[in-house]
């Protein structure tokens, strides 16, 4: 008998880290020696406010751990081994490629901090020079895009079970959509249709030049296969983490602002990378001025100024002690944190879209699917309005078929308190949407 996949769908994302702890400690996972396969729009690889020694402390741990910080504490901790950042083509926090992440406790604060000089951690000034560190962990991050948008050229190889208007249910195509333990292979169309395109032909086409994401439609590279595949043969188990956001994500900073206020503070808080990113010299200037940046605009905002050249910055600051779209009291280190999430991603994508990144998903994961994961975790991500909420239920039921078709054997287990969308209930087959032993969930912000 094959053991079954425990699939857990959480509603914060760092709430997968909770899961992970558990699968440890019942011994279902290793303690260390794991790949983390991570699909999301955004990288998750923050540290949170938190003393390094503390990171020890499970419950001091999830009460300082945010939607964005909780990979890090697995890989300081020794569980995570190498994390491939599967992202979508609208994502562009952090460059391909492999980057060699050293993370360790600062001598001087006393924090969990980065000696890998991404724009990524200069901006969030989470970088130190490595001989600032100890106890340090360097882990491979590899970073890859898939998928395709709608507005692309080029033909897109859809699985069986995404073809037919429906997604995992009975279609002339797939009349019995019956998972099995192979996972079906993309193959020439056998009804007379059009061919369908092997994954591995053709990867890479023309880009439209009206395509509003400047992105190649490869769908998945050679290079994302290869890079996966080296990465599942070197761990000792692996665990696959899915954010419903890969697939359609909004920055929820947007609806405080118009239009141009957005664009005004997106201008304020922008980052200006080294102009070496080998130089070290090059970099403690880049911290200094972000320093110096992000310091002045905390002050100018908490002034809460009445006069100023700018009548859009006096706009901005008009809007602390108003509501924002949830109701929430809008305070000066509010709009603060808004100015630091202007460069989020932002994509809310089209039906066509949700089908191309699925098939992408799909493809990647059937040609490096050698063994099963340990665990599966998958995050929904609309009580901190990233994922649409008129999406997510449609999404999360396209990935748990897109599953079925990889894995016969899982164990569902929901983590939240409620569905959003009559949809999920008429297709999805009852199940307990509380889990007894779940956390207690906490802000995502």
Known sequence: VMAQIHVHVVEDHDEALHHVHRAIGSKKLPFSG????????????????????????????????SIAEWILPAIYAGHVDWVVWVKPPWAQQMDEGTHHLTV??????GHVRVSTPLPYYLSELLYVPVDSLQNTRTVPLHVVTIGACAYCDGAQSLPVFLKGGAIGVASNDNPDHTPSS?????????????????PLTDLTHSVNPVCLLKCTDITVSKCAVAILKAALK???AWWLDIDLDFFSTANPFKSVFTKEQFEHMEALYAFKRPDDSSSPQSIAESVSNRQTQLLSLRQLLSTTPTTHSNKVFLSICSLIGMNDSNGSIIDAESLHLAGMMTDLPHHISSMEDL????ASMYHLLDMCWERDPSIITIARSTQDDYTPVDQVDHVQLLVIRLLEELCVHMD?????HY?????????????PLVDTFAPESHSSL
Do not use: W
């Not at 192979?182 to 092997?198: F, L, N, W």
């Open 34 to 65: 794991i790949g983390l396969v991570h699909f999301d729009s955004h990288p998750d690889l923050l540290s949170p406010n938190l003393q390094a020694d503390e990171f020890y402390d499970k419950e001091k741990l999830y009460a300082y751990t």
């Open 104 to 109: 360790g406790k600062d001598v001087s604060s």
């Open 182 to 198: 192979k996972r079906v292979k993309v193959s020439p169309a056998s009804d007379g249709g059009t061919p369908i395109k092997s």
């Open 234 to 236: 070197d761990c000792a």
């Open 355 to 358: 089908t191309n990144m699925a």
């Open 412 to 416: 569902l287990k929901y983590h939240y």
């Open 419 to 431: 569905l959003s969308t009559p949809e999920y209930k008429t297709q999805q087959s009852p199940q």
